[in-house]
């Protein structure tokens, strides 16, 4: 290469002395419909069901969440008292009458004045119960992960209802299988680990 201008010299002062990747855009950043799955399953880590963790996030035409909730008891209602079995004698020693599900404080859980003509992301196709409360919420679309409970009748009749208000029901199927996250990503550099004291404008 002939270099004949300074011009040339400072670009290869500057490619020297940088010790970045090239700007480049990212490729394997993470879709919007995965995005909102992936908070959907965050959140169900929030659940103290040592069944079934279950997590919604409803999102807005403008792809904006504005509803987010996982499986647990009532406000108030103690999940250290209140029963968390599946069976037992007593039908009121199992958790099926006082779990709040997911779809249900997604919705009540909104930041916005309504949800109507929202998608719902949810981990497991909703009961007939939370199709009610989806119908009677004006969410116009339902992205689900799994339908592995298909057979029961709580499903059969949420498909009823959910179809007949004519809600779009979608499975789920994501590019990546598994997302890590990652606390100690953020302090490596190119794969470096980088020490507070070494950190770019660390004045520690
Ligand atoms: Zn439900």
Redesign the pocket.
């Known amino acids: 290469m002939n270099i004949a201008h300074v011009s040339d010299w400072i670009c290869i002062y500057e490619f020297l002395r940088s010790d970045e990747a090239p700007c480049k855009k990212r490729e394997d950043y993470l879709e919007w419909s995965e995005y909102f799955m992936a908070v959907a399953f965050l959140s169900a880590q929030r659940s103290k069901d040592p069944n079934s963790q279950v997590g919604a996030c409803i999102v807005n035409s403008e792809n904006k969440i504005v509803g987010i909730g996982y499986n647990g008891m009532p406000n108030g209602c103690s999940d250290d008292l209140l029963p968390w079995a599946r069976k037992a004698s007593n039908k009121l020693d199992t958790k099926y009458l006082y779990v709040c599900?997911?779809?249900?404080n997604a919705i009540l859980n909104k930041n916005s004045a309504d949800v109507k003509g929202s998608t719902m992301y949810v981990a497991l196709f909703?009961?007939?119960?939370?199709?009610k409360l989806i119908i009677q919420s004006g969410i116009k679309k339902i992205i689900y992960m799994s339908d592995k409970y298909c057979e029961m009748a709580?499903m059969k009749a949420s498909k009823r209802l959910l179809d007949m208000a004519g809600v779009e029901c979608s499975p789920f199927t994501p590019k990546h299988r598994k997302i890590v996250i990652d606390f100690d990503s953020i302090n490596k550099i190119e794969n470096r680990d980088i020490t507070c004291s070494t950190a770019p404008g660390c004045s520690h």
Not at 126 to 131: I, Q, R, S, Y
Request: glycine share 0%; net charge negative; charged share 25%.
């Open positions: 599900h997911a779809e249900l909703p009961c007939n119960e939370c199709a709580e």
